[in-house]
Nanobody
Framework: QVQLVESGGGLVQPGGSLRLSCAASGSIFSFNTMGWYRQAPGKERELVARIDRNGVTNYRDSVKGRFTLSRDSAKNTVYLQMNSLKPEDTALYYC??????????WGQGTQVTVSP
C-alpha cells in the first residue's frame, strides 16, 4: 500500500515562503509522476506542479517563477518550494503520485493559508 505523508503547510503573510514535503513509502522512481494539487473552498482541485520519472517538471501558469518542485531520491521525497506567496494561493495542498499503471495515490492534505 502506497503512503504519501505531507508536511510543511501553515500560515504565512503575503510575499512569504513555505516549503511542502511529500515522503513516499517506496522509491519515487516507482511512480510515473509525483506532484502537488490544491483545492480552495468552493473550487475544484487543480494541478500545481508535477515531476516525471525523467525529472521533467511542469507548473500551472499562475505559479511559474514562484514555485519550484524538486526531489530527493535518497529520501523518497518531493518538495514544493513556494515563494512570493499570494492570498490566492490559499488552499488545501495534496501530494499526488501516479504509479506505473497510472493509478493515483493521494496524501492527506496540508493547509496553506496566505493572509496578512
Amino acid at each position: 500500500q502506497v503512503q504519501l505523508v505531507e508536511s510543511g503547510g501553515g500560515l504565512v503573510q503575503p510575499g512569504g515562503s513555505l516549503r511542502l514535503s511529500c515522503a513516499a513509502s517506496g522509491s519515487i522512481f516507482s511512480f510515473n509522476t509525483m506532484g502537488w494539487y490544491r483545492q480552495a473552498p468552493g473550487k475544484e482541485r487543480e494541478l500545481v506542479a508535477r515531476i516525471d520519472r525523467n525529472g521533467v517538471t511542469n507548473y500551472r501558469d499562475s505559479v511559474k517563477g514562484r514555485f519550484t518542485l524538486s526531489r530527493d531520491s535518497a529520501k523518497n521525497t518531493v518538495y514544493l518550494q513556494m515563494n512570493s506567496l499570494k492570498p490566492e494561493d490559499t488552499a488545501l495542498y495534496y501530494c499526488n503520485a501516479l504509479n506505473l499503471g497510472n493509478i493515483p495515490y493521494w496524501g492527506q492534505g496540508t493547509q496553506v493559508t496566505v493572509s496578512p
